[in-house]
């Protein structure tokens, strides 16, 4: 049995237990997810809109860390700035013990009660596409995923605190070395009339997003209609530093945009996709994985089309707080 003395406020000191209790909490999951103090101190603790308050650690009376929660705001639907309603539990770790679903009971009771008396409507969990902030490249399933269908202790922290299943997640994988774009007379006719164009300035002008992606490497295409000369679309791929080590910068990670509803808008926005890939695959990249809501039935046969390939599951969780 563990004894836990009280649930208070991170400290500079925690990190190194922070890091344990990740990869204690994953590896009886079967996850290799790790989180290691460089990983902890660049990519999470430097973000300028992390608050210590935000992130709870619960101690026994030795002092000993035996749990932790990180939970907060997401990004405004602009991206830029944080929503004032729109929460997330960004994380939860428990190290394996006969007590860990009362210490994941109790750390997110005082997540939701902060949250909720802090004006939050609803929180989702742990992050989607939608919905994010922290551990983008750092977390199962980028953080993108919600809870990744292996990881059934948070599940049943979160289904214990009255959170409900609410849509479906994939990731998706493509390999480079195979990549063809797709040709058919519509495709051939949209070369002649639009251009793909690499961006230069490839950082995000959203302060909210900037921060969330600031320790990523970014990648910007554009669609531009030649007559009358216009932007129709952008896409963006990302992945993290590869000099920080401790996380995977080695595949190229989609931002999934909304795919166009129009028959039209949607043909033109597969070049998009397809031109973008084949200069990523000029680019000597080797593998590109993009997240999608299993329900999304347009952006799941856009990605089977090019060549994706479902590699893994998860499930958003969220709760009504008001």
């Not at 990881?151 to 480079?176: C, K, V, Y």
């Not at 166009?260 to 000597?284: C, G, H, K, N, T």
Request: net charge neutral; proline share 5%; with cysteine.
């Amino acid at each position: 049995m563990i004894a836990v003395q009280r649930i208070r406020s991170f400290l500079n000191t925690d990190t190194p237990q922070l890091s344990k209790l990740w990869t204690a909490h994953h590896a009886a999951v079967q996850s290799r997810s790790a989180c290691s103090v460089s990983v902890w101190d660049q990519c999470i603790l430097s973000k300028p809109f992390f608050d210590r308050d935000e992130l709870l650690v619960a101690v026994t009376p030795d002092e000993l860390p035996v749990g932790f929660i990180h939970f907060g705001f997401a990004g405004n639907s602009q991206g830029t700035r944080a929503s004032e309603t729109e929460s997330l539990i960004h994380k939860i770790c428990v190290a394996p013990s006969p007590d860990e679903d009362a210490i994941g009971l109790a750390l997110l009771t005082r997540a939701l009660d902060s949250l909720r008396s802090r004006g939050a409507k609803t929180c989702t969990s742990l992050g989607c596409m939608d919905h994010n902030a922290f551990y983008l490249g750092v977390g199962d399933g980028d953080h993108l995923m919600g809870v990744v269908a292996r990881d059934a202790r948070t599940q049943r922290w979160l289904n214990q605190s009255g959170f409900i299943p609410t849509r479906p997640t994939e990731s998706w994988d493509l390999d480079l070395s195979s990549f063809r774009p797709p040709m058919d007379r519509t495709q051939i006719s949209i070369r002649r009339t639009c251009t793909v164009g690499r961006l230069l300035d490839e950082d995000s002008n959203q302060w909210w997003l900037s921060s969330v992606f600031g320790h990523c490497e970014q990648i910007r295409f554009n669609l531009v209609l030649r007559s009358p000369p216009r932007v129709e679309n952008e896409l963006m791929f990302w992945y993290p530093d590869p000099t920080i080590s401790g996380v995977d910068g080695s595949v190229v990670r989609l931002w999934m945009p909304t795919v166009p509803e129009s028959e039209e808008v949607r043909e033109r926005f597969i070049y998009l996709m397809a031109e973008s890939l084949r200069q990523l695959q000029q680019d000597r990249k080797h593998t590109v994985r993009a997240y999608a809501c299993a329900d999304q039935q347009s952006t799941v046969s856009m990605l089977q089309r090019l060549g994706f390939r479902s590699t893994e599951h998860g499930m958003i969780y969220s709760i009504k707080l008001a």
